[in-house]
Structures are given as structure tokens and as C-alpha cells.
């Protein structure tokens, strides 16, 4: 099987190159593409020299493409890779809203992209991992309402978005005064309630995603979702605050000893020996952190948590390439 990456230079692309370099996924060959001006780059992998080329065109000679050079790159060029025959993982929300797009987190739907051919799409980073820890409880439990708050590191809006907390940071911190170009403001030393555009009803396209996701990913489009999406100047991990009413009530050790069985979670729960959910500890890290689970006083017998996750692992990477590993096992 001979895998591609569209937009290897990139912070997905280099997490991409890192996960393949350490998956189960049996492939004979990696093929790396990029803009025009990172062609001839040179990246290493399991001990070979690999070199970038410009991404083409039309079709790419691969059978499995691992897009993640943004949605206009692939809303142009994925037709003309699946006419090719492959299959497209894409990590961005061009087609996650097609009915015929199975939007897959492998834990929780894999079933959904098996058999398919065409586009598979990589959920958004926040909702990934959010219903890593929400599924099990969506079904022993059922979930009737999802209220969540999000804390979203600055490789959300890519390396530049990482870059750009690292250099104004230097430059607040020398007296300079940081004018913002990635985000919509200086976002050292501050908190901003505004990811992705704003929207007719008041909410940003970040925290609609979260709603219109979840339901695809878990098929239940009657479960009412509200969120709250908020950059934090941390590098790679967004941690979210998540209330749930159920539909069925759950203890908090109930659910605690369902999310201990569960792949792709770690619970870290225990508050006396200050151990919960922090992108300290799940930064680099596959699986998602759980905790801070507790009966909620908002709803009878709900329940409220805290998780985080890798945006660039669970968030993207890491997912992308699980969903190759489902459908080859
Ligand atoms: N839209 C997310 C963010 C990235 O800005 O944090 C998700 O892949």
C-alpha cells in the first residue's frame, strides 16, 4: 500500500510523519506533498531521506491520501484524487457536512468508514476528543443536553498559530507591544472567546462545529449541544469543561469504571492528590485525559467533567492515521 501526505511541512503533516513512523499501518511507500515552495525539502523518516514535492494537480498515484494542506486545497483537489482511486482521510471541514462523508472518530464509528471508498473526514479537533470521553456515557447512559466549554491551544490555527504565542510572548515580556495577524488578538497573558467566524445565531463557527459534529459522529441529531470555544495561550493541547444531562442517571464512580474500559481514554481523576486533566500531562500523549467527574448540580443524576487531549495528536494526526489502521486490520 503506498500512503501520501498533502501539506507535510505543516504541524498535522509533522505529527502525521510521527505517528506513520511508529504505526501498525503495512505500507511499502510515503510519499510527502506540500506548496510549491517546500518542494525538494528533505524530511527524515524510519531512516531514509524522503523529499517534499509540489503538490499536483490532479491525481496522486497513492492509495491512501492524508490531507491536510487545508479545506480550499482539498475542496479543489480531492475530487481528482478519489477519481484517481484513492482513498482521502481529510483533516479539514470541506466534506465533513456531506451526507455521503463519514465523519470518523474510530473508537466510537469506525464501523462508518468501513467499506467506503472515496473521502473519509477527520473531525474537528475539539469535537474528537470531546466524544472520545462522551461516547460510552452517550450509550450506556444517554445524553439529552451538552454543554461545553473549551480551552484551545494555539496549534489549532496551525504552526503559525504556535509561533506567533512564542514570539509575542518574548516580545510582551521585552516591553514590545504584539500586534495580532493569526488570531484576533495579542493572545500572550490573555484569554479570547472568538475561534473561527461568528455566525448569524451569535455562536462561532468553532462551537457549531462541536454541535453539528458530535451528532454525526455519535447519529443522534436530538442531542442538544451548546459550547463555548475559547483560545488560551498554551502550545498543543485544548482541554474542554463538559456538563451532561442524562437520560438515564450515572454515579460518578459508574462512570469513572466505564471510562477506565475505554479506548483512547486515561482517566485522571483524583482531586487529593491534585491529579486531573492538564495540557502539562496530555500533551504528546495518545490517549485523552478524563477527570474532574462529579455529580452535576445542574442537572439530576448528570454528570460533569474535564478532559484534554493533543489537538495535534487525538485532534488530527493521531485520528487521521487510526482510521487507516481500522479499516487495514
Ligand atoms: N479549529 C480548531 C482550532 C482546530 O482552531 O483550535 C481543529 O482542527
Same mark, same amino acid.
Given at each position: 500500500?503506498?500512503?501520501?501526505?498533502?501539506?507535510?511541512?505543516?504541524?498535522?503533516?509533522?505529527?502525521?510523519?510521527?505517528?506513520?513512523?511508529?504505526?501498525?499501518?503495512?505500507?511499502?511507500?510515503?510519499?510527502?506533498?506540500?506548496?510549491?515552495?517546500?518542494?525538494?525539502?528533505?524530511?527524515?523518516?524510519?531512516?531514509? @531521506?524522503?523529499?517534499?514535492?509540489?503538490?499536483?494537480?490532479?491525481?496522486?498515484?497513492?492509495?491512501?491520501?492524508?490531507?491536510?494542506?487545508?479545506?480550499?486545497?482539498?475542496? #479543489?483537489?480531492?475530487? #481528482?484524487?478519489?477519481?484517481?482511486?484513492?482513498?482521502?482521510?481529510?483533516?479539514?471541514?470541506?466534506?465533513?457536512?456531506?451526507?455521503?462523508?463519514?465523519?470518523?472518530?474510530?473508537?466510537?464509528?469506525?464501523? #462508518?468508514?468501513?467499506?467506503?471508498?472515496?473521502?473519509?473526514?477527520?473531525?474537528?479537533?475539539?469535537?474528537?476528543?470531546?466524544?472520545?470521553?462522551?461516547?460510552?456515557?452517550?450509550?450506556?447512559?444517554?445524553?439529552?443536553?451538552?454543554?461545553?466549554?473549551?480551552?484551545?491551544?494555539?496549534?489549532?490555527?496551525?504552526?503559525?498559530?504556535?509561533?506567533?504565542?512564542?514570539?509575542?510572548?518574548?516580545?510582551?515580556?521585552?516591553?514590545?507591544?504584539?500586534?495580532?495577524?493569526?488570531?484576533?488578538?495579542?493572545?500572550?497573558?490573555?484569554?479570547?472567546?472568538?475561534?473561527?467566524?461568528?455566525?448569524?445565531?451569535?455562536?462561532?463557527?468553532?462551537?457549531?462545529?462541536?454541535?453539528?459534529?458530535?451528532?454525526?459522529?455519535?447519529?443522534?441529531?436530538?442531542?442538544?449541544?451548546?459550547?463555548?470555544?475559547?483560545?488560551?495561550?498554551?502550545?498543543?493541547?485544548?482541554?474542554?469543561?463538559?456538563?451532561?444531562?442524562?437520560?438515564?442517571?450515572?454515579?460518578?464512580?459508574?462512570?469513572?469504571?466505564?471510562?477506565?474500559?475505554?479506548?483512547?481514554?486515561?482517566?485522571?481523576?483524583?482531586? @487529593?492528590?491534585?491529579?486531573?486533566?492538564?495540557?502539562?500531562?496530555?500533551?504528546?500523549?495518545?490517549?485523552?485525559?478524563?477527570?474532574?467527574?462529579?455529580?452535576?448540580?445542574?442537572?439530576?443524576?448528570?454528570?460533569?467533567?474535564?478532559?484534554?487531549?493533543?489537538?495535534?495528536?487525538?485532534?488530527?494526526?493521531?485520528?487521521?492515521?487510526?482510521?487507516?489502521?481500522?479499516?487495514? #486490520?
Amino acid at each position: 500500500m503506498k500512503v501520501a501526505i498533502v501539506g507535510a511541512t505543516g504541524a498535522v503533516g509533522h505529527e502525521l510523519m510521527k505517528v506513520l513512523e511508529n504505526s501498525t499501518l503495512d505500507f511499502s511507500e510515503l510519499q510527502l506533498y506540500a506548496s510549491p515552495r517546500s518542494a525538494g525539502l528533505k524530511l527524515p523518516f524510519r531512516g531514509q @531521506e524522503l523529499t517534499v514535492q509540489a503538490t499536483p494537480e490532479g491525481a496522486i498515484d497513492a492509495d491512501v491520501i492524508l490531507a491536510s494542506a487545508g479545506g480550499s486545497i482539498s475542496k #479543489a483537489l480531492a475530487p #481528482a484524487w478519489v477519481a484517481g482511486g484513492a482513498l482521502v482521510i481529510d483533516n479539514s471541514s470541506a466534506f465533513r457536512y456531506d451526507a455521503d462523508v463519514p465523519l470518523v472518530v474510530p473508537e466510537v464509528n469506525g464501523q #462508518a468508514a468501513l467499506g467506503h471508498k472515496g473521502i473519509i473526514a477527520n473531525p474537528n479537533c475539539t469535537t474528537a476528543i470531546a466524544v472520545v470521553a462522551v461516547a460510552p456515557l452517550h450509550r450506556k447512559y444517554g445524553v439529552k443536553r451538552m454543554i461545553v466549554s473549551t480551552y484551545q491551544a494555539t496549534s489549532g490555527a496551525g504552526q503559525k498559530g504556535m509561533e506567533e504565542l512564542l514570539e509575542q510572548t518574548h516580545m510582551q515580556l521585552h516591553g514590545k507591544e504584539a500586534t495580532a495577524s493569526v488570531f484576533a488578538h495579542p493572545i500572550p497573558f490573555n484569554v479570547i472567546p472568538h475561534i473561527d467566524a461568528f455566525q448569524d445565531n451569535g455562536y462561532t463557527k468553532e462551537e457549531m462545529k462541536v454541535a453539528w459534529e458530535t451528532r454525526k459522529i455519535l447519529g443522534d441529531e436530538n442531542l442538544i449541544i451548546s459550547c463555548t470555544a475559547v483560545r488560551i495561550p498554551t502550545l498543543r493541547t485544548h482541554s474542554e469543561a463538559i456538563t451532561l444531562e442524562l437520560e438515564r442517571p450515572a454515579t460518578p464512580d459508574e462512570a469513572r469504571e466505564l471510562l477506565r474500559h475505554t479506548a483512547g481514554v486515561e482517566v485522571r481523576d483524583d482531586p @487529593e492528590a491534585k491529579l486531573y486533566p492538564m495540557p502539562l500531562t496530555a500533551s504528546g500523549k495518545y490517549d485523552v485525559e478524563v477527570g474532574r467527574i462529579r455529580a452535576s448540580l445542574a442537572f439530576e443524576g448528570g454528570l460533569e467533567l474535564f478532559v484534554a487531549g493533543d489537538q495535534l495528536l487525538k485532534g488530527a494526526a493521531l485520528n487521521a492515521v487510526q482510521i487507516a489502521e481500522y479499516l487495514q #486490520a
